[in-house]
């Protein structure tokens, strides 16, 4: 199928002007949407996707995994390799169908800026919260009930819920609010709401700067923001700061076991990870507050595309795009930095709340936060000497040791944590980047990927069994019913997951966390 650009020469708007300039893409551009070919293996877990026009697209995973990416998940990911701007796709093991793009995808461009790779859970994160608790003292059930009472108290879970249904939380009050989304985790908010501030040193960016760089740019941008009417309920969404939501998102007690080898004993104490221990892992994002950004820029964005008549890649109004140095790029980056922040002090404060709930059940409990990491985000990193955009969409930060971005940080010299969620029967990975991790564009998958869609899962799953096998594991859960589509089923095979990453060079298992107990929400996904 062919699309041709045609702007009128009437239409003065900046992002019309570079769409036809030398800077965007020429006047005349052809795009194909070929029926997905066949992946050519070239080791034993990577491979390569060709397309017609563009070097093939990166995939990494076993041959078993390569079988669960479907022709939906291989012709976005041909898609995405041919839409304007775009240098590099990296499909990863755990990839299945998104938004526009695959989820488990990187996306790389130094033009063009892509809201669809993003998504609409701007900086969807993992955490992980080291405590001191030895294992044993949560084996009585009693014990982790307790826990799980502590926590949800603090920290609600479900679609739209915040600080009015957890009778412990941290209100958030619209000027706080305000000061959070524009600053991140900054010494005032961390202090404002008992975060520690040392954490905001563990984090893999504590906070986010507009597109000049600058604070100003979001100030700015949030009073234009606070006069639409889809930004309304700004001081609602604030209420929703220190919380999980619903789909994926969970909060998980876990106990580390750190690998025998005296590598992975190395790095996990630089990471500060403590074998037999207790930790909580998290997974969330920026909540109402990131989807309403998300869904304004997709609306503004579908809009102008429609308007100008200007061809969407491969037809998909989920691939909308903006050039970089214009006003939509420019206001794109600085809403998704809004969120971004959000997400940051999201994360930060559910750990201080857990602490908080151990030490009220566990008096004398500390805790320490290892990392704070992404899987959806574009960043500005420097790729073949030159600065480019990268988007991950359900990928992972893997950056080695050694790394420009890790310098005067406390993993220069081991690589940073890289957090891997797999499933509560199975469990989680802790894992390091390996110098292969440069073929994958320094990213790695974020988790096991879907297997499953939603509504095919909770058809074909049976409730019983997975309640059954969270009793045989001795996994508690504050679900009455867990949800069937969040059951591990529902999931890829995660050892062959790891296996894949594992063999393709691009990160190493410092340790396996495996589940104790899970902070888990049934209502609608909203991720």
């Not at 949030?222 to 639409?228: F, G, S, T, Y």
């Not at 998704?336 to 404060?349: I, R």
Request: glycine content about 8%.
């Amino acid at each position: 199928m062919r699309f041709v650009f045609f702007i009128s020469a009437a239409q003065p708007d900046k992002l019309a002007r570079k769409l036809t300039s030398n800077e965007g893409i020429a006047m005349h551009t052809t795009l194909h949407k070929p029926a997905p070919t066949k992946m050519i293996a070239t080791g034993e877990a990577t491979a390569i996707l060709p397309t017609e026009t563009t070097p093939p697209i990166k995939v990494i995973g076993t041959e078993a995994i390569r079988d669960t990416f479907d022709d939906v998940c291989l012709q976005q990911a041909i898609n995405s390799r041919l839409a304007p701007g775009v240098t590099d796709v990296v499909l990863n093991p755990d990839a299945h169908l998104g938004y526009g793009a695959p989820v488990g995808c990187v996306m790389v461009s130094p033009t063009h800026i892509y809201p669809g790779p993003v998504g609409v859970d701007i900086k969807c994160s993992m955490s992980l919260l080291q405590l001191d608790v030895p294992a044993d003292v949560i084996e009585d059930r009693q014990t982790r009930r307790a826990l799980i009472s502590a926590i949800c108290q603090r920290t609600p879970t479900g679609a739209g819920k915040g600080q009015r249904s957890a009778k412990k939380s941290r209100p958030v009050n619209r000027t706080l609010g305000k000061q959070l989304v524009i600053e991140g985790a900054s010494e005032s908010v961390c202090q404002q709401l008992g975060i520690p501030a040392e954490w905001a040193d563990r984090c893999e960016d504590s906070f986010h700067l507009g597109h000049d760089d600058t604070r100003d740019a979001l100030g700015n941008r949030l009073d234009v923001l606070l006069a639409q009417r889809h930004m309304s309920n700004f001081s609602d969404k604030m209420s929703q700061l220190g919380s999980y939501g619903g789909g994926n998102h969970f909060g998980e007690c876990e106990v580390v076991h750190v690998a025998e080898d005296d590598r992975s004993r190395s790095v996990a104490e630089t990471f500060g990870l403590r074998d037999g221990k207790v930790a909580f892992l998290s997974h969330c994002g920026s909540r109402g507050f990131g989807h309403n950004l998300a869904s304004g820029q997709f609306k503004t964005l579908q809009q102008k595309f429609s308007k100008w008549d200007i061809p969407l890649p491969a037809g998909d109004r989920q691939l909308v795009y903006a050039p970089l140095g214009t006003s939509e790029a420019d206001d794109y980056l600085d809403d998704m930095a809004l969120g971004a922040n959000f997400a940051t002090a999201n994360h930060l404060l559910i750990n201080a709340l857990v602490l908080e709930a151990f030490q009220e059940v566990l008096p004398g409990t500390t805790g320490s936060l290892v990392y704070f990491i992404s899987h959806n985000i574009a960043r500005k990193e420097n790729m073949d000497n030159r600065p480019t955009w990268v988007h991950r969409k359900g990928a992972t930060r893997a950056f080695p040791a050694g790394h420009y971005a890790l310098r005067e940080t406390p993993f220069a010299d081991s690589g940073h944590p890289i957090l891997l969620p797999g499933n509560p029967r199975d469990g989680s990975a802790v894992m390091v980047a390996d110098a292969g991790a440069e073929k994958a564009c320094f990213s790695v998958n974020h988790g096991a990927g879907r297997t499953l869609g939603r509504r095919h899962a909770n058809r074909v799953l049976d409730q019983a069994t997975i309640d059954d096998e969270f009793e045989q594991h001795d996994i508690l859960s504050n679900c009455r019913f867990y949800p069937k589509d969040e059951a591990p089923a529902a999931y890829k095979d995660f050892e062959e997951v790891l296996r894949s990453v594992k063999t393709a060079g691009l990160a190493s298992e410092v340790a396996r966390l495996k589940a104790r107990f899970v902070i888990k929400d049934a209502s609608k996904a909203d991720d």
